[in-house]
């Protein structure tokens, strides 16, 4: 490949072609490596996996375990970018539905109306998410995948004003010989939760943006079902969401691949699902419904219960910094990762991508082909809005739990939550609301919709909500068939 050199070569001048490197090759970066296909001849994504051809978790994903949920606006924004990648999913095994018309959901103020329109979801593995993505990709021109290879340093101009590139290992021998320098113009970071990005701009002279770190201590578990063969019930998936802050644990029942249904418990305030048989058990019929331990009850496990910690949200401003090289840009979870309760993370991705593809393009329009001057500070800013929404629902959420570490309850989020709570029980009774806090929960409409003159007028209307009122399964009775009774809904 041109583009890689040995160390020491003759150094080449940054701006005089157009090749960028994407560090990652999660979803973040497979979006980005799309957006960039459109603006330079040629696009390298770097990924340290050595990528499987099957669909299946890997290494540098650890949270590819887990439960993924795609909320609508990332498989729009991805629709976008890669025509037919519902179609694709679908016949890759994904599994369709609606919610809710398909699924049982229960807000913390009860069971949703099924007969709201909702929004369409494809239910599948992480795996299948980012291996279909990442079939797409490798067909792209112009794009090359280098797998099995670890970035570990920037490379600079003399005067360090530039990123011109990056220094790789190949992963299979980290010694000096295997070292290699990829040169290019515009460095994307799409490392993830673990970017190392703040140490090498420290090694090039800069200072490390600062953190915030919002983290209502959340533990994850999943497992996989077989689905019984002869299994019938008028719903696809459970989702049991929690009640903050008395009662902290989620869990979500989802059909994906292979007849398969992926079950993911989650735990806030330190209440984490235990991956022992006798405690998994226990911590699923401890839910606000018995309906999925029911269920589970007669079903195969496909695989061991797995665990995962590393929940907390985390925001690292790089739009802040005073200083920062030119041609070097940093999105995904690298940027900006969230309390996964949510599953608002391929989302924001994907919302990543659209920002960095309208900034290039702006830049091009207004300075001319092959000028990136000003792009990183001005694609920081700009990505750091456009995270402020989603940033804000998750921790305004979390912080709900008293336990909740690394924000204060100010006055407004205090307010936030007394008129959440004011909205919950009018979601139950309103389908007109119901749609729109639908569709805020599906990141198709901006959180302030919920503060419309409408919305505002019938959360005044309706009684305050005590939280406190329903523990555990209080009032909700499993009813035949796996169905919540009537009037419990
Ligand atoms: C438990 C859990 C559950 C989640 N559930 C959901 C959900 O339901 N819905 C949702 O939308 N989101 C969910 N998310 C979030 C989602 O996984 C991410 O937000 C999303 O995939 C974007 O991640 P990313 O691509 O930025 O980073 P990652 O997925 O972490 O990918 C980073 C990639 O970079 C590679 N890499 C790292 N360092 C280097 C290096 N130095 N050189 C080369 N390669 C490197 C890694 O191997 C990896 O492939 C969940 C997250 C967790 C933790």
Redesign the pocket.
Known sequence: MSWLRDPGAAARVPGDGGHAVV????????LAARVLASHFDQVTL????PLPEVLQA???????R??????PR?QQLIERLFPGYGRELEATGAVTLRIPADALVLTPAGWLDRSLTGWPLHSAS?PMF?GVLRRRVRDLPGVTILDG????ALLTSPDRRQVTGTVLHQVAGVDDSATRELVADLVVD???????APAWLAEAGYPAPTTTRVDPDVG?ASRIYRIPPGFRADWQAVLLTSQPPSMPRTGYLLPIEDGQWML?LMGAAGQHPPTDEDGFTAFLRSLRHPVIADVLATAEPVTPVRA?R??ANLMRHYERMASRPERFVV????VC??N?VY???????AIAAETLDACLSEQRRRYGAGNLDGLARRFQRRLARRNAEPWMLSTSEDLRFPTTTGMNVDLATRLMHRYADRLQPVIIQDVGIAEIYLQVFGMLARPTTLFTPRVLAAAARAKPHDASASGPTAGLVPAPAGRPQEGSR
């Open positions: 560090v990652g090759g999660g979803v973040a970066g497979l770097v990924e340290r996996d890997r290494k540098g994903v650890p949270q590819g887990m439960q993924h949920v795609m909320l990332g992480r980012e290879h670890h970035v570990t799409a490392s993830g939760r673990g970017s190392r994850y993911g995962y590393g929940t999105l995904g979870d690298a990762a969230f996964p599953g608002q993370g391929m989302s924001t991705a």
